[in-house]
């Protein structure tokens, strides 16, 4: 059955919403002793996602996600990894 248009909207909403504000992520990832700091920084920043959207899936709907929906999730958050990295590097790089 896969993710409902609500619910990928929800997803969609909150990668958006990360994007507009990404010192909410990378403040996180500068206080990180690594050697590759884009790299990190996308993993904390989709594991924010992740975060975000598993507990609000979690609230509206009583339950966790099938296997399907999670395989929805993995395909929106694919299909918006350029987007997201490129974000990342530019926040990175204004710095």
Do not use: C
Not at 37 to 64: C, H, P, Q
Request: charge should be negative; avoid cysteine.
């Amino acid at each position: 059955m896969g993710l409902d248009l609500i619910e990928e909207k929800n997803l969609n909403d909150v990668i958006t919403y990360a994007l507009d504000y990404p010192t909410m992520v990378l403040a996180e990832a500068r206080s990180w002793p690594i050697t590759n700091m884009e790299d990190f920084a996308i993993g904390l920043y989709i594991g924010y996602v992740e975060g975000v959207f598993f507990d609000g899936f979690l609230g509206r709907n009583k339950r966790f996600l099938d296997s399907e929906e999670h395989s929805d999730f993995h395909a929106i958050i694919s299909k918006r990894t350029i987007e997201i990295k490129l974000k990342i590097q530019a926040h990175l790089h204004k710095k």
